[in-house]
């Protein structure tokens, strides 16, 4: 039976060779009455990047900037979600505060140190979200003060697995915004101006 089929060529990698990375193309401008999902990153469709709890508060950071993202999702020895890490987790008030309490110097500060642990985190259901729109996003995230919000989605076994991602930056440069503090509070003025001139 094998036989019918012919064996492909096999060539050598190169050096530098590089894989494919999946890519979710958003629509590059939306208005609020959109589909909350046109402004959501799927992770049925694109992998978030994760880190090590006992990485480095800089080596983590370093993996931010070379990815070109502001938000990390921080796994445990199992793989599990253990929390997020932010660049406001990083660039913040959390590193000076952690020193003033525990003490050491800046290359001390792990992950774990600063960043949102699970017991501090929620999410959306995939189910609200499908029938939300970009404006409902939008007031939960300002209601919340926070830059991101998860969306999970739950298995009959009662198991959450996070699937989708909000990032009010985001969201902000598809309503059309120009995005130029990383600053909450600052980022939803942003929002309102661009929605009191639309």
Do not use: W
């Amino acid at each position: 039976m094998i036989k019918e089929y012919a064996p492909l060529q096999s060539f050598p990698l190169k050096a530098g060779s590089s894989f494919a990375r999946p890519v979710q193309v958003l629509p590059e401008r939306v208005k609020l009455n959109d589909p909350a999902t046109s402004v959501m990153t799927d992770l049925n469709k694109v992998s978030l990047i994760g880190v090590r709890a006992i990485t480095s508060m800089d080596k983590a950071n370093a993996k931010m900037i070379r990815n070109g993202v502001r938000m990390l999702l921080v796994l445990d020895d199992n793989e599990q979600l253990a929390g997020l890490l932010t660049a406001s987790d990083v660039l913040g008030e959390k590193p000076m505060r952690f020193l003033q309490h525990m003490g050491g110097t800046h290359a001390d500060i792990m992950v774990r140190d600063i960043m949102s642990t699970l017991r501090e985190m929620e999410a959306m259901k995939m189910e609200d979200v499908q029938h939300a729109k970009v404006g409902h996003i939008v007031a939960t995230l300002k209601k919340s003060h926070r830059q991101h919000a998860l969306v999970m989605c739950e298995g009959a076994d009662g198991r959450q697995t996070v699937c989708g991602l909000f990032s009010v930056t985001q969201i902000a440069r598809q309503l059309g915004a120009q995005v130029q503090s990383f600053e909450v509070a600052h980022t939803f003025a942003e929002i309102e101006a661009v929605i009191a001139h639309g």
